[in-house]
């Protein structure tokens, strides 16, 4: 038991940050960008990764001068590769190591941060910075922060559909600005309509896209009155 926590503690100190465990959800890796879980590979990776050190830990071995740790760490190297069973002990210890536990709490915990495809952006200073895996994000938008950019025809398509340039600029500041933060700001639930071909599918499409994993659709029933029905679908 003694030599699998100290192959997991290997890992954690080669590779930190890569991996993460949620009790309760199940494994996370890091992609550079984001904690991601949805290829259902990340156990996998997990036990990739701790094969890996023990190749590593013998390959490392041949500059140990010490006869007895030389062989010491070529022992526990290769009873790490040895079974299912000894590899399996190494993901259960790795699973509860500090840096790599996490309650589900501590995932997208703080709610004025918006990941971005080529950062992560402060919204109460408006600041870009570096992905960083400490944010515990798991979301990530569909687009860049570019705080320069202009986009003449979707302004040109919100004057269109909505008839009224000051309505297009109260909906552009909604999305904008309490429509980008993960809490509740403002008490408003807009509610498109119109008729067919009147742009709502197009504006509706446009949003989701650039929201990327911030954007979900709901279930009707959310917000329509039925009886019996389960107000989550």
């Known amino acids: 038991a003694f030599g699998q926590s100290l192959v997991a503690e290997r890992l954690v ?7 993460m465990f949620v009790p309760g959800v199940g494994w996370y890796t ?3 960008h984001r904690w991601d879980d949805s290829s259902g590979l990340a156990e996998k990776q997990a036990e990739q990764a701790v094969v890996t050190t023990a190749r590593t830990m013998i390959s ?3 500059t140990i001068t010490d006869t007895s740790e030389r062989e010491a760490e070529l022992k526990l ?5 040895s079974s ?3 590899l399996r002990g190494v993901i259960a210890y790795l699973s509860r190591h500090p840096d790599v536990l996490t309650g589900i709490n501590a995932l997208n915990s703080d709610p004025l941060l918006l990941n971005c495809v080529n950062g992560t952006l402060d919204l109460r200073t408006r600041e870009l910075r570096p992905h960083d895996y400490r944010d515990r994000l798991t979301k ?7 705080p320069d950019a202009v986009g003449p025809r979707w302004e040109r398509f919100l004057c269109e559909a909505l008839g009224d340039p000051g309505l297009a600029d109260a909906l552009r500041r909604l999305l904008g600005g309490p429509g980008l933060m993960g809490r509740v700001m403002e008490h408003v ?7 067919g071909g009147s742009g709502k599918g197009t504006f509706i499409n446009a949003i989701a896209e650039t929201f990327g994993d911030y954007a979900i659709a709901a279930e009707p029933d959310l917000v329509m009155k039925r009886a019996g029905a389960h107000p989550t679908g």
């Open 77 to 81: 190297a290769h009873r790490t590769l």
């Open 30 to 32: 890091f992609d550079g």
């Open 84 to 86: 299912d069973g000894q």
């Open 60 to 62: 490392a071995a041949a």
């Open 189 to 195: 639930l807009p509610v498109i309509y119109g008729p």
């Open 13 to 19: 100190t080669t590779l930190p940050g890569r991996f």
């Open 140 to 146: 990530i938008a569909g687009a860049n922060y570019t």
